[in-house]
């Protein structure tokens, strides 16, 4: 299906004033073939009459055909079930008046921006409370489609990762319609269908890599393993998944500009355990930190004092040294002095 836009249907304003002249003209011809037939019959006073008459009760008929778009907005008009054209950009139109507005998603309602309330077609005339200001409106709001740039916010997933770990993931996509005929035409619903893909594309990214960073996993699919994770890459994530969704709708007619991970967390029943063993990491890794910084000052205080000559220590008395100075740099309390006043000996 190829979109095709109705460029030169600016002509509401005129169709409209023709359409009031031609009633005031219908209401003069019935007033005054009505005053000639009861004066004198003619066919001339009987033909206007009847033509005054009939334009009364058909001349509503044009004003259907009259349609008013916002900025960032377009309708998709069908003729008796053909798809004609589509209206995009601000103006006053005038199309065929049996001419209809396809939306199917116009009363679809997801958790993102842009979604309206369902309610009637036709004319419907709005007055403010204080009664100063009218308001006309000659096509349903539901039945536009809009161009702006729209945020979809999902529903959070509980989705394994690679290495079997629930977690529970959020995305919001920014996405905008960019061929109307394919998104009415295409699919049956393009909002349902645009977060039915983005679920999927989001479950099929999330399985190749893990929460944290984890050693032999390979996230980019070369056969190497790398230093991935959902945590520590969540701009390759995104893009992945933005990817992803956009091949999958491509064919409804939708651009999507942006995917960005909203929500990340282990799933509920892991994430105590999950806790535990991220601070027992941490504490080994400070440990080990601690260790090393403390056999390092240990080896310079040796060799400060064999190089100064200040005491000769035998390896007894070194090892004794290093063990106190070892017990009091990684101990986790202050050092409670002990003296001793005798000998080693």
Do not use: H
């Amino acid at each position: 299906m190829k979109e095709i836009v109705l460029e030169n249907k600016k002509n509401g304003g005129k169709a409209l004033t023709l359409t009031i002249i031609l009633y005031v003209t219908a209401i003069a011809m019935t007033i005054l073939g009505g005053l000639l037939t009861e004066v004198e019959p003619y066919l001339i006073s009987g033909i206007m009459l009847v033509a005054g008459i009939i334009w009364l009760c058909i001349g509503w008929i044009p004003l259907l055909g009259l349609k008013i778009l916002k900025p960032q907005e377009a309708l998709v008009l069908t003729l008796f079930g053909k798809y004609v054209g589509t209206l995009k950009g601000e103006g006053f139109y005038f199309v065929n008046p049996f001419c209809s507005s396809v939306n199917p998603a116009a009363n679809t309602k997801l958790r993102q921006s842009g979604d309206v309330s369902g309610g009637g077609s036709g004319f419907s005339i709005a007055t403010s409370e204080a009664g100063t200001k009218t308001e006309l409106s000659v096509t349903s709001a539901e039945k536009r489609i809009s161009l702006k740039i729209m945020t979809l916010n999902n529903n959070r997933q509980k989705i394994n990762d690679c290495l079997g770990n629930p977690v529970e993931i959020g995305i919001a996509v920014m996405w905008k319609v960019t061929d109307t005929a394919k998104a009415v035409f295409n699919v049956d619903n393009y909002k349902e269908y645009l977060s039915l893909q983005c679920d999927s594309a989001l479950r099929n990214i999330v399985r190749v890599y893990p929460y944290d960073v984890a050693p032999n996993v390979d996230t980019t699919g070369d056969g190497i393993a790398d230093e991935g994770s959902l945590r520590g890459s969540s701009e390759v994530v995104a893009t992945r998944i933005r990817d992803e969704i956009q091949q999958k709708v491509n064919d409804a007619g939708i651009e999507i500009i942006e995917a960005r991970i909203t929500y990340l967390a282990y799933a509920p029943e892991i994430a105590a355990v999950m806790l535990q063993r991220q601070q027992a990491s941490a504490i080994v890794d400070a440990r080990k930190m601690i260790v090393d910084g403390a056999v390092g000052m240990v080896e310079m205080a040796l060799e400060r004092l064999n190089e100064k000559q200040v005491v000769d220590l035998d390896e007894e008395r070194k090892a004794a040294m290093v063990s106190n100075l070892l017990v009091v740099l990684c101990g986790n309390r202050d050092a409670q002095p002990v003296v001793n006043s005798g000998s080693l000996y």
